[in-house]
């Protein structure tokens, strides 16, 4: 039933990619230049995409969603998911310090600055979802 899972993950992920992508090219095709709404176009596009998915799943075999919920609230998933957050959130870091680093070689202020604080900003959620999830736990 595992697989049948990953095969829907998968299926999923190319619903959404064809449905941005299809919401992008119309957009284009309706003479639009504005890049406000090419993004809005997109985002509805990947949404009915994702709608589509989870029609067809939903048709073709109900009891994957009740699956995927259990997976989702395995301890072992948790942890798996935790660890993948840390690394990701480091691998954040890293790449605004090379940012900063790049901004303050060109002497561009609004690089370094950005980079700067996006990180102070990533360290702030952080803390408070650290802050939360500590309580609540």
Same mark, same amino acid.
């Given at each position: 039933? @595992?697989?049948?899972?990953?095969?829907? #993950?998968? +299926?999923?992920? *190319?619903?959404?990619?064809?449905?941005?992508? =299809?919401?992008?090219?119309?957009?284009? *095709?309706?003479? %639009? @230049? $504005?890049?406000?709404? #090419?993004? =809005?176009?997109? *985002?509805?596009?990947?949404?009915? %995409?994702?709608?589509?998915? @989870?029609? /067809?799943? /939903?048709? +073709?075999?109900? +009891?994957?969603?009740?699956? !995927?919920?259990?997976?989702? !609230? $395995?301890?072992?998933?948790?942890?798996?998911? $935790?660890?993948? #957050?840390?690394?990701?959130?480091?691998?954040?870091?890293?790449?605004?310090?090379?940012?900063?680093?790049?901004? @303050?070689?060109?002497? $561009?202020?609004?690089?370094?600055?950005?980079?700067?604080?996006?990180?102070?900003?990533?360290?702030?959620?952080?803390? *408070?979802? #650290?802050?939360?999830?500590?309580?609540?736990?």
């Amino acid at each position: 039933m @595992e697989g049948k899972l990953m095969k829907y #993950s998968i +299926k999923r992920i *190319i619903w959404i990619y064809i449905g941005m992508t =299809l919401g992008g090219a119309v957009f284009i *095709i309706n003479g %639009g @230049e $504005d890049p406000i709404l #090419s993004v =809005l176009t997109r *985002i509805l596009g990947a949404a009915i %995409g994702m709608g589509i998915a @989870e029609f /067809h799943t /939903h048709r +073709k075999n109900p +009891k994957l969603k009740n699956l !995927e919920k259990v997976q989702y !609230e $395995d301890e072992r998933n948790m942890a798996i998911r $935790d660890r993948a #957050s840390f690394y990701i959130n480091v691998a954040v870091f890293l790449a605004l310090f090379v940012v900063m680093i790049v901004g @303050e070689i060109r002497q $561009d202020f609004y690089m370094t600055f950005g980079a700067a604080a996006a990180a102070g900003l990533l360290m702030a959620i952080h803390l *408070i979802i #650290s802050w939360v999830l500590s309580r609540r736990m």
